[in-house]
Each structure stands twice: as structure tokens, then as C-alpha cells.
């Protein structure tokens, strides 16, 4: 077993060594092994692409005003943002905890956080903000950009926490120091402000040690939402023209007479046709062209409306699918109805839950960061923890029926003696 020890620690176990010079290898031998500072070097991943920004826009910055027009122009992708913002902000309940995890009854942190709830939202003229407010701004922002940032404020007195101030991710830069972390700062104009102070709050979707401004919702939208909207136009065009009866008027020249000369014989024919042309044009809708038979009228369309109409829409619903891949939701869920099963929509939503509770646990530990420093500077020594409720009835009944049978089986395993109490309560999640 020593053999192994200093094989593994790189000692030469051929040499005789006592037990102190021993354990001093050892432990110059892990030094050198585990080394306190990383010999890798970290590099920021490329995540422009070849995306062509404007001229004097840095690329970040042009790539969250592109996912915000996307947001605010294309009902889709403005769906998908309202709908993931409104399902992550959930109601909310909080619990008080002292030190040790215990939950407790407190008074005067409850009085605390209830004040915290009216004024810790950053827009001032909308007085029924709140908490529920700044979850919202939270979420449209993290789902939009892909990241939240901002300043947790104190009152002057240094009493309580004033408000959380937001500060727009598209002005959010990172610099790669020379010790291999990231120090983030804002760039305004030609100022870089540097943001590297506990009061600062940044959280980055999906973000990673090589991609710590996160990746946003819309991230992967844009070309096919480029190709989808031209779709639509050209969709336009295309209907338009076939919903309107046209008509190609075919007139046939005058047979020319004996003995007529070319001028006049062209005179003739012109003046024929311009009659024919003004007669369909003068025509009232209750009125019907006689004309002799050297004049045919043919409809110009496609030979079934119909067909048309729906090759159209078989093409426009693969391009919505595809968006709506890319915002992680299915068609039913932005308005899109392809006649999904109920089995199917449960199954989607079941999973979207379980995608949101991952995304709110981020809002929780946010909440109770803010909540934490107000009750420390109010001279509160106690804990706050958050938790969204996001109880729906989708398949309540299925539910209640699998937990009937499931305190049914566990009840009839007891009367056979198969388990005692303590374990009956601990399969039904019974504490104590």
C-alpha cells in the first residue's frame, strides 16, 4: 500500500525513507501535482459567427437590440418570450429560518420583507410594482438577453436595502484578466465603469466559466425567423394574386376587306380594339359584355386554390415549428394549434415545469441574496427562503388517483406485516 502511496505521488520507492520525510514528500509532491494557479490558459469562446454589426456597434450590443426587435416584431418570438415570462414569475411564498435551518415565526422579519416587497423594484411610476414587478423585468430580461444585471441599492442611513437598480445587459462587457478570471465592467460611450463590487448582481442564462454573459432565448431564432418572414411575404404576394379573379381578354383581328390599304386597315383594327377595351371597362357589375365571337375572355390563376393555399401553409407551419423549437416551447403553447393530443400537450407541459423550476431556482437564490443583506442591515438575525408555486390542474385527477393507490399499497403492506410504522411513514413522505 506505501508502494502505491509513492508511486502515486511520484516517490521513488526503491529508497529507503523515514516516516517524516515521508509525509514531506508527500505533501511537496502534491504542491507540485495540484498546483494553486491553472497552467491552462482560458479563452472566450467565438460566438459572433461571421455577424455582420453595424459600424461603430460593438457585436454584443448589436446582437441584444437584434433579439429585442425579434421580441417586439415577430408575434412568435413575442409570444414565446410573454409566455416563458409569465410561467417563470409565479406566485411567491416565503419562509423565515433561523441559522440552523430551523423554520421559525417572526413578526419583525415579516414586517421587514413586507416593506422590502413595495419598494425594491426600480420603476418608480409604477407604484404596484413590487416584487411581482421586478420578477417580471427579471425574466423579460433574462429570456430576452440572455442575462440580468444589476445594483443592489441602500437607503443613505445604511438601515435597509432602498431598490434594486437594473442596468441594461447590452452595455455589459467581460475582460479575460491575467490570471485567467473574468472582470466585468460597463461600457458607456468611451467610459469602461467597473462593476466588480459586492452590491453588483449578474446572472447569465445558461452561462458557463468560457460563456459567462449567457446565451439568450432567441439566440438561435434569427435566420429562421429571417426565412420565415420572407416566407410570409412572398406567402402575401402570391395569395394575393390568387384570391383575385383575372382575366386575360383575347381579341382576335378584323378580317381585312378587298381592295383596303394598310393604313386603313390598321385604323380599323385599332379602333375595334379600343372599343372592346372600353367597353370592359365601363362595365358595371350588374352588367354583361356582348361582343361578337372573335373576342375571348380566360381566367389566369392557379389551377386550385385550395392546393395552393395549403402547400403555403404545410411550408409556413415547419418554419413556426422551428422557431418554436428554438424557444425551448411547443406550438400549443404561443397559440399555435395543430391539433395535438391531451396526452402529448400533458407531456410538453409536464416537461416545460421541470424547465422552469430550474430557471426559478436562479430567481430564488437572487431574492433571498436581496432579502438576506435587507435583514442583516435591519439587525435581523434570521434567513429568508423563497419558493414559487407553480400548482396547475393539468392532470390533477390522474394524480390524485396514482396517490390513492399508492397509500392504498403501502396501508395493505402494513396490515401483512411487511413493514412496520416508521417505514410506512417514510414511503408516504411522513417526517417525524
Same mark, same amino acid.
Given at each position: ?10 516517490? =521513488? ?12 514528500? #508527500? ?5 507540485? #501535482? ?43 418570438? =413575442?409570444?414565446?418570450?410573454?409566455? @416563458? ?26 414586517a ?27 425574466f ?48 458607456v460611450?468611451?467610459?469602461?465603469i ?9 446572472y ?22 429571417? $426565412? ?18 383575372? $382575366? ?20 380599323? #383594327? ?16 350588374? =352588367? ?7 373576342v ?17 401553409y404545410?411550408?409556413h ?27 402529448w ?17 436562479? *430567481? ?6 436581496i432579502?438576506? $443583506? ?6 435581523? =438575525?434570521?434567513?429568508?427562503? @423563497?419558493?414559487?408555486?407553480? #400548482? ?23 396490515? *401483512? ?16
Amino acid at each position: 500500500m506505501l508502494r502505491g502511496l509513492r508511486a502515486l505521488i511520484g516517490v =521513488d520507492h526503491n529508497k529507503a525513507l523515514r516516516p517524516n520525510r515521508t509525509a514531506r514528500l #508527500a505533501r511537496s509532491s502534491s504542491r507540485v #501535482a495540484f498546483g494553486s494557479k491553472p497552467r491552462s490558459k482560458r479563452m472566450p469562446q467565438p460566438t459572433d459567427y461571421q455577424f455582420q454589426c453595424p459600424t461603430g456597434i460593438d457585436a454584443h450590443e448589436a446582437r441584444v437590440r437584434l433579439y429585442r426587435f425579434l421580441r417586439d416584431n415577430l408575434p412568435a418570438l =413575442d409570444a414565446a418570450v410573454w409566455t @416563458w415570462v409569465r410561467m417563470a414569475a409565479a406566485p411567491l411564498q416565503y419562509s423565515i429560518h433561523d441559522r440552523s435551518g430551523q423554520a421559525v415565526a417572526s413578526r419583525e422579519a415579516d414586517a421587514a420583507i413586507e416593506s422590502l416587497s413595495h419598494r425594491v423594484y426600480d420603476n418608480k411610476p409604477q407604484r404596484f410594482g413590487g416584487i411581482d414587478a421586478l420578477l417580471v423585468e427579471f425574466f423579460n430580461s433574462l429570456f430576452t438577453t440572455g442575462s440580468v444585471c444589476g445594483e443592489l441599492l441602500v437607503d443613505p442611513t445604511g438601515t435597509g436595502v432602498e431598490r434594486f437598480y437594473f442596468v441594461d445587459p447590452a452595455t455589459i462587457r467581460f475582460n479575460l484578466n491575467r490570471s485567467g478570471d473574468w472582470e466585468m465592467f460597463q461600457q458607456v460611450e468611451n467610459r469602461k465603469i467597473d462593476l466588480a463590487a459586492p452590491s453588483t448582481y449578474f446572472y447569465g442564462l445558461d452561462g458557463s466559466s468560457v460563456e459567462p454573459w449567457g446565451r439568450s432565448l432567441l439566440s438561435s431564432v434569427p435566420f429562421a425567423a429571417r $426565412i420565415e418572414q420572407a416566407l410570409v411575404s412572398d406567402m402575401n404576394r402570391s395569395m394575393h394574386n390568387a384570391g383575385y379573379h383575372r $382575366i386575360h381578354v383575347r381579341i382576335r383581328p378584323p378580317e381585312r376587306l378587298a381592295g383596303e390599304t394598310d393604313d386603313t386597315y390598321v385604323s380599323r #383594327a385599332n379602333e375595334y380594339f379600343d372599343e372592346t377595351v372600353r367597353m370592359l371597362r365601363d362595365i358595371e357589375p350588374d =352588367d354583361n359584355p356582348i361582343t361578337w365571337d372573335d373576342v375571348e375572355i380566360a381566367y389566369i390563376g392557379p389551377a386550385s386554390k385550395i392546393s395552393s393555399s395549403s402547400s403555403w401553409y404545410i411550408n409556413h407551419k415547419s418554419m413556426i415549428e422551428d422557431i418554436c423549437a428554438g424557444t425551448h416551447l411547443a406550438p400549443f403553447m404561443i397559440g399555435y394549434s395543430y391539433g395535438s393530443t391531451q396526452t402529448w400537450a400533458e407531456f410538453n407541459f409536464e416537461l416545460l415545469q421541470r424547465q422552469l423550476r430550474t430557471i426559478q431556482s436562479a *430567481a430564488s437564490k437572487f431574492l433571498e441574496w436581496i432579502t438576506r $443583506i435587507e435583514l442583516a442591515l435591519r439587525g435581523i =438575525d434570521l434567513d429568508c427562503k @423563497w419558493r414559487f408555486e407553480n #400548482a396547475v390542474n393539468v392532470g390533477l385527477l390522474d394524480r390524485r388517483r396514482a396517490e390513492g393507490l399508492h397509500v392504498d399499497n403501502v396501508l395493505k403492506k402494513l396490515d *401483512a406485516g411487511l413493514i412496520d410504522g416508521d417505514a410506512a411513514k417514510r414511503e408516504l413522505g411522513i417526517v417525524g
